[in-house]
């Protein structure tokens, strides 16, 4: 009987499986409810204050439209945000992508879903290409993605002034325009809702439910433990910030499709409400920690407060004074979170440790 005992096989992966994900699943979804029961009461005061105005259908349909651009910046920051990096490029991408694409259908003429198509490539792909750059130095030179990210910034924002003599470019294919800047499906709906729609379910799958978004929480909560359990750790962030100059840089088109012309000058602020969006949804500036949908309700908070004070007379100036508020206390409780966490058991990284740990034996 002691042989049998002894020689058995303990049950490691049934007691672990139920405990990870049933806790992580709790506090990342009491960490999202908190943040939207904060967006449901700043809906219910401005419905109480301005009931005709605020609760209209076109209301609420200029809002998601407003967000909609900034989401998809957002998408791609929650990625990097998650590895406990950080992106200031992402709005100065938008701008170099959208100068870039915009010459280049000038060039084509300027017209028909052709051109339309190559602009869309050319956007893609120059954004792409300064998110790879960026990851190659952040995970290659081991530069800080702070200075990375700084410096191209001014890299991109400046190539885009010289490319154009600082004079926007007026070159949006009629097409893109009435199709897809001001387009609706059922003479409702927005297209640019749906499109920001399709990034955000698309990118909810890829961090939540694909191994590559799994990799990207180890990687943010150990680098360390993540190499060891066999995790390409540069790999794998050079194509997180790949993908966010992917988003940035379809963003680029979408934004000349909706103002028709790059607004070059209209962007400074846009890397800071995307991080201040994904920050207030309840991603974690350390890293590891994080959700889609905390995202999403950090991406409507500003454009609510903004709206609602626009309706009700209200200077919109204090949208800025609220939000910066809120992003602190945001980022206030993760740190207290995180606290209490260690003083528990040696919190999220330890734990994710222990986890590739016990997942390599398991393998071997």
């Excluded at 001001?182 to 297209?191: H, L, N, S, T």
């Excluded at 990118?203 to 066999?230: D, K, M, Q, W, Y």
């Excluded at 070059?264 to 207030?280: E, F, P, R, T, Y």
Aim: include cysteine; charge should be positive; aromatic fraction near 8%.
């Amino acid at each position: 009987m002691t042989t049998d005992v002894t020689n058995a096989k303990p049950p490691r992966a049934a007691p672990e499986q139920p405990g990870r994900r049933g806790l992580l699943r709790r506090a990342l979804s009491a960490q999202a409810m908190q943040i939207f029961f904060v967006l449901v009461v700043i809906v219910l005061i401005f419905s109480a204050l301005a009931p005709e105005a605020f609760l209209g259908f076109e209301n609420f349909r200029n809002i998601a439209t407003n967000v909609s651009i900034l989401s998809i910046l957002a998408m791609g920051m929650t990625f990097i945000i998650v590895t406990a990096g950080i992106d200031l490029s992402v709005g100065a991408v938008l701008v170099f992508s959208g100068v870039v694409a915009a010459l280049t259908m000038e060039a084509m003429g300027g017209e028909g879903w052709g051109t339309t198509f190559v602009g869309l490539v050319v956007a893609c792909l120059s954004g792409t290409a300064w998110g790879v750059f960026n990851g190659v130095l952040v995970s290659k030179a081991k530069i800080p993605p702070l200075i990375v990210t700084l410096g191209s910034l001014g890299m991109a924002l400046g190539f885009a002034q010289i490319l154009t003599g600082g004079i926007d470019v007026r070159a949006a294919p009629e097409v893109l325009v009435d199709n897809i800047g001001f387009g609706r499906v059922f003479d409702k709906i927005p297209v640019l809702v749906l499109i920001a729609l399709a990034v955000i379910l698309f990118s909810a799958v890829l961090l939540h439910l694909t191994r590559f978004g799994r990799h990207t929480f180890a990687i943010g909560s150990n680098p360390e433990a993540a190499l060891r359990s066999g995790i390409n750790v540069d790999r794998h962030l050079i194509l997180v910030y790949g993908m966010t100059g992917l988003f940035a840089g379809f963003a680029g088109l979408l934004n000349l499709a909706f103002y028709q012309t790059t607004t070059i000058a209209g962007h400074s602020n846009d890397n800071l409400n995307a991080i201040a969006a994904v920050v207030i949804g309840g991603t974690s500036l350390f890293g590891g920690i994080g959700t889609i949908g905390g995202t999403v309700i950090g991406v409507f908070i500003p454009s609510v407060l903004q709206n609602g004070f626009v309706i009700i007379g209200v200077q919109p100036f204090w949208q800025q004074a609220v939000v910066g508020a809120v992003l602190i206390a945001a980022v206030y409780v993760d740190q207290a979170r995180r606290n209490a966490a260690v003083r528990g058991g040696g919190g999220n990284k330890a734990f994710l440790t222990r986890w590739f740990r016990g997942s390599r034996e398991r393998s071997q």
